[in-house]
């Protein structure tokens, strides 16, 4: 992703005009095989490698559903705090394009799988919660190539059948930054419960985005404009930005705005209309005759609950109650579970106040700055927890255990060896002290007369010597201690 952290403001808004989105999120399940074929949902595998019979809607092919999936969707449900329908149904939704064989897509849309929910945003002004209306279970279409033969359309069918879950909400969100963090939100929890990987670059994550403008203070919602198929959080914002802009200009100059479904071109920076909205009965949505509805008992579905790990919002908790934390250190450490459990394992073996600092300061800085995820970092969990634990111990001061994890940050290195190796270890013995201390002293008579008649600043001058003379490795605390009888 790019570094370009250009803010987009609704400019024309003048403060008189609200924003109002509302998301339609396609999730992809993580899930090795398809929602209602067995054939494999690898990403990037050679084109239609990946098809069964059913995918390729063959006649008289039946699809059989997966059930890992209704799991997922289910545990996603619950991570969203909404209710579980013991019974809903699939239908056909019924449209013509190339890349979907049936004609039609099974999906959900009067009785979905889950029900209303809602997220809890962490906003700098406070938690605000976001309204989930319902998620449903549905297949995605395959995909229409069109920039390789340049007068063919190709098709690839290995996308055709994977199971998505459709998130919606509700239209609650007013701003760029609620739109960053409501995203953010739902991939953090759909992670720690691994139903989808949230991998935007790939298209496991993507969202239709409503927006609409009204003055402040009126109730009524304006009408909305659909932007389909935004495949970043960047593009998202910079989509909405537009869209609301355009839709104030209108109404400004007297017009009304359409509803439509729109298209975001990432090239211009602009919404273009695709076409008028379509309607539900445009789509002659039918129950699937193919497919019974599903019926799912309480112990079904109490059964999941049980394998709920903690998700976000209780970790942060824990994290501010057990670990004494700052709201604001809780929300980094579990925005993202590989970063929490990090987190964890270090802690359990040091001190949670330290790794706290450590994580949040010079790991997230290496990270930033080898532009990595905390997956991929060169100092093992182990290493860290070993640095912490030299600093508490007074092996090594926290200076010098800056220079040692420059040299862990090379290559997964022992942090024991290397202050071994190096002689790093921190001078703490008394006489030896004394013995720098002296000549500190000796050698400096005019800063010392000063130092006694009353230049306090002085005493920094003093230190600062020591921890030269001792190349950095003298002990910071006993130097004080010293220093100031010696000099008093
Ligand atoms: P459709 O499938 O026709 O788009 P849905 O009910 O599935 O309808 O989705 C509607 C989405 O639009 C929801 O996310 C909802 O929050 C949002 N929405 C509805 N009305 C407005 C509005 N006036 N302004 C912005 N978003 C809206
Ligand atoms: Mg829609």
Redesign the pocket.
């Known amino acids: 992703m790019s570094k370009n952290n250009k803010e987009y403001l609704i400019k024309r808004d003048n403060n008189e005009y609200e924003v109002?989105?509302?998301?339609?999120v396609h999730a992809q399940v993580l899930s090795e095989s398809k929602l209602f074929s067995a054939s494999p949902t690898k990403f990037g595998s050679e084109p239609n490698t990946q098809v069964s019979l059913v995918d390729a809607a063959f006649p008289g092919m039946l699809p059989v559903i997966n059930e890992f999936c209704i799991k997922q969707a289910i545990k996603t449900g619950i991570g969203l705090n909404a209710r579980i329908n013991n019974r809903s149904i699939f239908d056909r939704k019924n449209y013509f394009y190339a890349d979907l064989p049936q004609g039609y897509q099974i999906s959900q849309y009067k009785n979905p799988i889950v029900g209303e929910g809602s997220i809890t945003l962490d906003m700098p002004e406070g938690e605000k919660k976001i309204g989930i209306?319902?998620l449903h279970l549905e297949q995605d279409a395959g995909k229409s190539i069109h920039d390789i033969d340049p007068k063919n359309t190709l098709v690839d069918l290995n996308r055709s059948g994977v199971a998505l879950m459709?998130i919606?909400?509700?239209?609650?969100l007013r701003s760029l930054d609620e739109v960053n963090a409501f995203i953010k939100k739902l991939r953090s929890i759909m992670r720690y419960l691994g139903t989808c990987d949230g991998n935007m670059q790939e298209g496991s994550l993507r969202a239709?985005v409503?927006?609409?403008v009204r003055k402040k203070g009126v109730l009524e919602?304006?009408?909305?404009c659909?932007i389909k198929n935004v495949n970043s959080i960047k593009f998202m914002q910079m989509a909405i930005d537009y869209e609301a802009n355009r839709q104030v200009d209108v109404l400004e100059e007297g017009g009304t705005v359409d509803q439509e479904t729109r298209l975001f071109d990432t090239k211009k920076n602009e919404t273009r209309s695709m076409r008028t909205?379509?309607?539900?009965h445009d789509y002659r949505y039918f129950p699937d005759p193919d497919l019974l509805p599903l019926e799912l008992n309480d112990e079904f579905i109490e059964d999941i609950k049980k394998d709920i790990p903690e998700l976000p919002d209780e970790k942060k908790k824990r994290f501010i109650e057990k670990f004494k934390l700052s709201p604001y250190e809780a929300n980094i450490l579990v925005s993202d579970i590989e970063t929490s459990k990090y987190f964890e394992d270090v802690s359990i073996k040091s001190d949670i106040k330290l790794a706290t600092n450590w994580i949040t300061g010079e790991l997230f800085a290496l990270l930033n700055d080898k532009s990595i995820e905390i997956t991929e970092c060169p100092i093992s969990s182990e290493n860290l927890a070993k640095l912490i634990n030299l600093i508490k111990d007074g092996t090594i001061s926290g200076k010098i255990a800056k220079n040692v994890f420059e040299i862990m940050a090379d290559g997964n290195k022992d942090p024991e060896k290397i202050v071994e190796e190096k002689g790093l270890k921190q001078q703490s013995d008394p006489k030896e002290l004394e013995k720098i201390i002296d000549k500190v002293v000796l050698d400096n008579p005019k800063n010392v007369g000063a130092y006694k008649s009353g230049k306090d600043k002085l005493f920094g001058f003093f230190v600062g010597q020591v921890m030269k003379q001792s190349n950095g490795k003298a002990n910071p605390q006993l130097v004080n201690e010293i220093l100031k009888k010696k000099l008093s």
């Not at 909205?277 to 539900?280: G, M, Q, T």
Request: hydrophobic share 25%.
């Open positions: 109002v989105i509302g998301l339609e209306e319902r459709e919606v909400s509700k239209p609650d239709d409503n927006v609409s919602l304006g009408t909305r659909e909205k379509e309607d539900a």
